[in-house]
């Protein structure tokens, strides 16, 4: 078992008290038979795990990614590094991966707004075919 790529992401889980950076984690099963689920966590300094993520049994030259929440201390500006190592435990084995995650800005909330659309080149082209043009003389 390896660790292949440490992304880190501007996404967030947990809750708008304690938000949880997204960390994602490709584990790869390089040996000869299935792993067991392994724990994933990642230490750093002022970043910590607070519930390790359970990743389920990989077979024989499979991969998995996963999105770890990882809680940065503060202070913590936008933008700015933190070195992280990410460690997989799975059984007696263990893969460690170090990186480099820059620190996502909180507090933004994107909505979903159901069917809407706006296509302006449609209306350039098509809009003299709506209802209003058939109204003109």
Known sequence: MRITEVTGTELFGGTAQRPLQLIRVTVRNDGPRPTAPALLRAEGAGVTTPVPLRMEVIEPGGERTA?????????????????????AEAGDDRAEQAAEVRVADTGWTMWMVSHFHYDPVWWDTQGEFTQTRLLLP
Do not use: Q
């Open 67 to 87: 999105e770890l929440g990882v809680h940065i201390a503060a202070p913590a500006a936008p933008g700015s590094p933190r070195p992280v190592t990410v460690i």
